[in-house]
């Protein structure tokens, strides 16, 4: 994932501060997948292809939306 696709996803889906290092992918991809209607939750399965490719398409406006307004104030 490029850098304006995880920080954006990151931002809008935890509401915490960014971390100085990009998630693994076991812990960013339940992340992005809540994008697309998946829970999260402890019981859960991983999150299925339809999940993710409606989160995959919501972080592309976003990370567009991120290169275009953000500054690197926090």
């Known amino acids: 994932?490029?850098?304006?696709?995880?920080?954006?996803?990151?931002?809008?889906?935890?509401r915490k501060k960014l971390p100085k290092t990009p998630p693994p992918l076991v812990k960013f991809i339940?992340?992005?997948?809540?994008?697309?209607?998946?829970?999260?939750r402890n019981?859960?399965?991983?999150?299925?292809p339809k999940p993710l490719w409606i989160a995959i398409r919501r972080m592309h406006d976003f990370a567009q939306a991120w290169?275009?307004?953000h500054t690197d104030e926090e």
């Open 43 to 48: 019981a859960d399965t991983p999150p299925g």
């Open 1 to 14: 994932f490029t850098e304006s696709e995880w920080k954006s996803v990151w931002r809008i889906v935890t």
């Open 67 to 69: 290169e275009v307004f």
């Open 30 to 40: 339940p992340v992005l997948a809540e994008l697309g209607g998946y829970n999260n």
